[in-house]
C-alpha cells in the first residue's frame, strides 16, 4: 500500500470512528450522558484517535483540519483532496452504521446526531448566528491544533490538547448548533436523514471552512509563518 493510501485509509477509518462514537453518544444515550458527557465523547475520540492514526495521517478527520494545513502549507493540494474525500466518505460510513444500529430497533430513525438551528432545535438561534457561532468555535479549535504541533516540545501531548480542545469547544456549542467544527461530521448524518438536516447543513459546511482560514491566516501572522 502506498504512503498516500496508507494516509487516505487512515482518515477514513478515523473519521468512521469520531462519527460512530461522537455522533451516537448523541443520538443513542444524550439524554442520560447532557452535553458534558457528550462532549467528551467527541473528545476523548479524538485522545484516542490521535495516537492512533497520528503517526500515519496526522490525525485530521477533519476537512476543515485539513484546510487550515493546505493554508498553512502543511498539506499539499493532492493530499488534501485525498484527505478530504476519505473524511467525507468516513462520515458518510459512521452516520450510515449509526442509521442500522438505529433502525434495527424498529425505532424511526429521527436523530444521528445531526447539527442544525431555528426554532426546534437547541435554543433556537438564527441561520446568521450559526454560520457566527460555527466560525468562532472552528477558529478557537485549529488555532489551538496549529499552536500544539507548531513545536516538538508540545508534539508528545497534542493529542490529549486536542482531544479536550474539541470537548472544550463542544460543551459551548452543543445547545446552539450541536457543533460542527468539522464538515464531514455535519455532512454524514444530514445525508442519511435528509429533510431539514439536509438544507442545513451548508452552514457547517461554509463556515468551519471560514473559521480554519482565518486561524490559519491569524496563526501564521502572529508567528510569522503565513503563506500569502
Excluded at 13 to 19: E, F
Excluded at 115 to 129: E, K, L, R, S, V
Aim: with cysteine.
Amino acid at each position: 500500500m502506498s504512503l498516500s493510501l496508507k494516509k487516505y485509509t487512515a482518515e477514513f477509518i478515523g473519521t468512521l470512528v469520531l462519527v460512530l462514537f461522537g455522533c451516537g453518544s448523541a443520538a443513542t444515550a444524550g439524554g442520560q450522558l447532557g452535553y458534558l458527557g457528550i462532549a467528551l465523547a467527541f473528545g476523548l475520540s479524538i485522545v484516542a484517535l490521535a495516537y492512533a492514526i497520528g503517526p500515519v495521517s496526522g490525525c485530521h478527520i477533519n476537512p476543515a483540519v485539513s484546510f487550515a494545513m493546505l493554508i498553512s502549507g502543511k498539506l499539499s493540494g493532492k493530499n488534501f483532496v485525498g484527505y478530504v474525500v476519505a473524511q467525507v466518505l468516513g462520515g458518510l460510513v459512521g452516520s450510515g452504521l449509526l442509521y442500522a444500529i438505529i433502525n434495527s430497533t424498529g425505532k424511526a430513525v429521527t436523530g444521528l446526531g445531526q447539527n442544525g438551528f431555528g426554532t426546534g432545535y437547541g435554543i433556537g438561534i438564527t441561520a446568521f448566528m450559526a454560520i457566527i457561532v460555527e466560525i468562532i468555535l472552528t477558529f478557537v479549535f485549529i488555532y489551538a491544533i496549529l499552536g500544539v504541533t507548531s513545536t516538538d516540545s508540545t508534539s508528545a501531548v497534542a493529542g490529549i490538547v486536542i482531544g479536550l480542545t474539541l470537548a472544550f469547544v463542544h460543551i459551548l456549542g452543543i445547545g446552539l448548533t450541536g457543533t460542527s467544527v468539522n464538515p464531514a461530521r455535519s455532512l454524514g448524518p444530514a445525508i442519511w436523514l435528509g429533510g431539514t438536516a439536509l438544507s442545513q447543513v451548508w452552514v457547517f459546511i461554509v463556515a468551519p471552512l471560514i473559521g480554519a482560514a482565518l486561524a490559519a491566516w491569524t496563526f501564521g501572522g502572529l508567528n510569522g509563518r503565513a503563506k500569502r
